[in-house]
């Protein structure tokens, strides 16, 4: 006994109407988890211990002269200025600048 063998098709295509309402009826569902997921994720921002910190070192460099600002020009602060900032970040730790 041998059967035609008939190709068959998938309806590949999505019914909105059916989708909405799908969604519709399921309502009290999705608002009900979206409501516990709202509260839990609010009750654990506001009561978990935050896990950072931050440090600050900073060193006082006393053999840098003080500027003078009386005969001190525009471009001598800026050049003292990037030499201050190039300073700084030949002391960072590798990685950070």
Known sequence: MSKELKPTYQDDEID????????WKE???IIL???VSAV????????A????SVSVNYI???KMPASDASDAS?????SDASDVVSRLFAQLPAGWG
Do not use: C, Q, R
């Open 16 to 23: 909105l109407f059916e989708l909405i309402e799908t969604l």
């Open 27 to 29: 309502k009290v569902l």
């Open 33 to 35: 988890f979206t409501i």
């Open 40 to 47: 839990g994720g609010a009750g654990y921002a506001l009561l």
């Open 49 to 52: 211990t935050p896990k950072y």
């Open 60 to 62: 006082v460099n006393p």
């Open 74 to 78: 525009d471009a001598s602060d800026a």
